[in-house]
């Protein structure tokens, strides 16, 4: 399986060399440190509100939308437009490309937003990469910690396992793709191109391009008992 079956690298992003469209996906999240400490923070910071705490090497772009409130802990790089919104905490290594949401009480961690990501709210996003124009419904969980805490395996797309060498892995989401809300993503899933998730359920491995995941049941109802 390689990155480039699942995402473009945004031109808006200048840390191409470290995202080879001919590595594995799961390389992509290893290279966000490197991307990260090898960028020149110099760059002077906005006025920055009064209720939001910034810690560490931080990146803001032009036209960055900031909160009342949130924690940034670098280092950080946060591009073009983007908006942050109230109760974001981002806890390092964290890269977004042009015109991303990063949602009220989201959590970001170790994670790659390629253009135009939505997660808008009550989000864990934690060693991930999503695609350009990825969306989590709210309440949508990047889950990136086996139970037993064993090394996360990857499926590809024919069904073939691939070791990672990972104990800490989230979800690899193509572009275009949508999580629906309240669903589980489980260590190491990977929804191809415009894939969907239903909402609420917990789905692990791989699904293809263009394909959505469900679970169907029927409602029933019954008479008030008063």
Not at 20 to 42: C, H, R, Y
Not at 75 to 100: K, S
Request: glycine residues 14%; proline residues 7%.
């Amino acid at each position: 399986m390689q990155a480039s079956e699942l995402f473009e690298f945004p031109d808006s992003l200048p840390f191409g060399a470290y995202f080879p469209m001919e590595a594995s996906p799961w390389e992509w999240v290893q290279g966000i440190k490197a991307a990260l400490t090898d960028f020149n923070f110099t760059a002077a910071l906005p006025e920055i509100p009064a209720g939001l705490h910034i810690e560490g090497p931080v990146f803001l772009a032009e036209g960055v939308k900031l909160p009342a409130l949130g924690t940034i802990i670098g280092p950080a790089y946060i591009g073009e437009g983007c908006e942050l919104r109230p109760g974001v905490y981002i806890r390092g290594n964290v890269i977004a490309g042009a015109g991303c949401v990063l949602g009220n009480s989201c959590e970001f961690k170790n994670c790659l937003l390629l253009d135009g990501v939505q997660v808008p709210h009550y989000s864990y996003v934690g060693d991930s990469v999503l695609g350009n124009k990825a969306h989590l419904g709210a309440g949508a969980i990047c889950s990136n910690l086996r139970l037993d805490q064993a090394g996360v395996i990857v499926k590809d797309f024919e069904g073939g396992g691939h070791a990672t060498g990972m104990r800490k892995l989230g979800a690899l989401i193509g572009d275009a793709a949508e999580v629906g809300c309240n669903a589980v993503l489980n260590p190491g899933s990977v929804l191809g191109r415009r894939a969907l998730v239903a909402p609420t359920l917990s789905f692990r491995g791989t699904l293809k391009a263009g394909t959505m995941a469900f679970c169907p049941s029927a409602i029933k109802t019954v008479p008030r008992m008063d």
